[in-house]
């Protein structure tokens, strides 16, 4: 009789380790909306970020923003170097933005000029890390987010999002030749971090009728990074 009991208490402990073992694998599948709202929050707290920004698809008439890289700080800051395309060449700008204030080393000088970023084809890029104008905003206007595949970059594991952007929004942040068109949008998010590490746009940006692209990498979260205004010339 002990025996049998004994045998039957066994069994109970073995029947129960697979449901234990499928218990203790964590939580349920982060949804894209999960994980966008995971890599906004992570990015609104980050202080400070580097980036480099490509593109493709310019036409060689007007001015337009191509490129560039540089680092940002919060709350309001930026330095680095845009690329802006005239008429078929590119220019290297060296640009600082403190406090709303937008700086350039134009081309031929030697001394920083206050500007207006707009006559140059972008914004203000010290804006680019406030939560209410710059790259963070991108992550809750996703419609349509779909998880894609995780992939291995760099050593860390990421996750693509692929999604549709209000076309307003993205034109606001960068540009657009018609605001009203929708933006494709795929974004890839450090698995573990939440960090943002790249994002891939696809819209009108230069042409109402061919469609452009810009590539944005970020990296170096919270690095240090001392920003002031230059001395102007």
Do not use: W
């Not at 208490?9 to 203790?24: I, K, Q, R, T």
Request: proline share 6%.
């Amino acid at each position: 009789m002990l025996l049998r009991r004994a045998a039957l208490a066994l069994l109970a402990v073995l029947l129960a380790v697979p449901v234990l073992a499928g218990c203790s694998g964590g939580g349920p599948k982060e949804s894209a909306s999960g994980l966008l709202a995971r890599a906004k929050k992570t990015l609104d707290e980050t202080k400070t970020l580097h980036f480099v920004l490509d593109s493709s698809g310019a036409p060689s008439t007007g001015t337009s923003l191509v490129g560039g890289q540089g680092d940002m700080a919060r709350p309001s800051s930026f330095q680095g170097t845009l690329k802006v395309q005239v008429s078929g060449n590119t220019v290297d700008l060296k640009v600082v933005s403190v406090s709303g204030k937008v700086h350039a080393q134009l081309p031929f000088t030697s001394a920083y000029s206050l500007i207006d970023p707009a006559g140059f084809g972008f914004g203000d890029p010290g804006a680019l890390l406030d939560p209410t104008t710059g790259i963070s905003q991108l992550l809750t206007a996703a419609k349509n987010a779909k998880l894609g595949d995780e992939k291995r970059v760099s050593g860390e594991v990421v996750r693509e999002v692929t999604a549709d952007l209000p076309g307003d929004l993205v034109g606001r942040l960068l540009t657009s030749k018609d605001p009203t068109r929708t933006v494709q949008a795929r974004l890839s998010i450090a698995s573990d971090s939440g960090q943002l590490r790249r994002v891939a746009l696809t819209g009108p940006f230069f042409t109402t009728d061919r469609d452009g692209t810009y590539t944005l990498q970020l990296s170096k979260f919270g690095a240090h990074v001392d920003i002031t205004p230059p001395a102007t010339g």
